[in-house]
Structures are given as C-alpha cells and as structure tokens.
C-alpha cells in the first residue's frame, strides 16, 4: 500500500512539473506575421477611436494589457439590437466579430505590432439579450473565433459569455480582453 502511495506521489509530481496541456504551442516571435495574416484573413483595421469618456483604450501593467470592453461600430455606426428579438445568433456573431477587428486595432495601435503578442489570456463577452435567451457563448464565439484565426494557438483564451438586460447606447455586444505581450 505504502509502495502504490509512494508511486502516485511521483506520478503527481511529475505530472505538475510537466508543461501544461492549455498553454498555446512555443511559437518563436520572428516566425510569424500576423500582419500578413490580417491580410490573408480580409481583416482590415480602421482607426482607433479616441474614448467617449473618462477612460482609456488600454491599460498595460506589466506583460499584461487590459482592453476596454467595445462595441460593434461600423462606418454606418453602432450595431443595436438585442439578440433574441431585434437581432438573431448568426447577426450576434457576426457583430462580435466586427469587435475583434476594433480590439485588434487597439492592439496594434498600442503595440504598434501585432508580433508582440504573446497570447490573448481572457475575453469577456457581453450579450444584449432577451430575458430567456440562452445563447451567448454562440454570439461570443464570433470574437473568440477571430482571436483563434489571427493568433493560432495564442489566440485561444479564457472566456466569460453572459447576457444582459440592457448594454450602452442598445449595442447587441461588449467584449473585453486581457492580452499578455513580450
């Protein structure tokens, strides 16, 4: 008994030192381009947005940057709604996607090269939604996608998708982001 005890403790110790299953692949810094990606992907980046109040786009501390949580802006303007009544799963998606575009502007715009992105660690999603409605993560998936398109392995994240009664100004998403960076 002591014996298999004895070989348990080894098994666990080794599997605590061994590299965790959920970190995203070594990707050396200079092998990719995400730029060029941008660009396979049709991803054009606008302009970042100076904010409408009393914040910032970016706070860095460290290796770590927090994003302000964004909505959907187009050249038309914002993208309103609430999912499950003014707008459907696949116009969620679609509207969280064009959030990604607008936070990887921040990033470059702040970085001044996407290459300096070690990994994208936590989203938060939010989702104008009908009391009842049960398909956040579907809409959030829109972002998490586009993270995942651009960054390969580093764009895979922790994730929160939740719904909420109202959002500002009527957006039909907000999402956020902490990135870890060179």
């Known amino acids: ?15 605590c030192t061994s590299e965790n299953a959920s970190e995203p692949k070594k990707e050396l810094k200079s092998n990719i381009n ?13 302009p970042v947005a100076a904010p ?13 940057l927090f994003l302000s949580g964004k909505g959907p802006r187009t050249a038309d303007g914002l993208i309103t709604g609430k ?11 679609e509207a969280a996607r064009v959030v990604a575009g607008l936070q990887l502007a921040v990033l470059k715009d702040h970085l001044g ?16 939604c009908t009391d009842g409605f049960g398909n956040q993560p579907e809409v959030i998936n829109g972002f998490s996608d586009v993270m995942v398109e651009v960054f390969g392995d580093r764009g895979k994240h922790a994730r929160a998708a939740v719904g909420m009664n ?9 999402i956020e982001m902490v990135v870890e960076v060179y």
């Open 1 to 15: 008994m002591i014996r298999i005890l004895f070989l348990l403790s080894i098994a666990f110790l080794f599997s």
């Open 34 to 46: 995400f730029d060029a990606r941008l660009d396979s992907l049709g991803i054009k980046l606008d």
């Open 52 to 64: 409408l109040a009393n914040y910032v786009n970016v706070v860095q501390t460290g290796n770590l």
């Open 83 to 93: 999912i499950g009544e003014d707008m459907t799963v696949e116009e969620g998606y």
């Open 113 to 128: 090269d996407l290459n300096k992105v070690k990994r994208i660690v936590k989203v938060l999603g939010m989702v104008n």
């Open 166 to 174: 109202a959002l500002p100004r009527n957006i039909c998403v907000e």
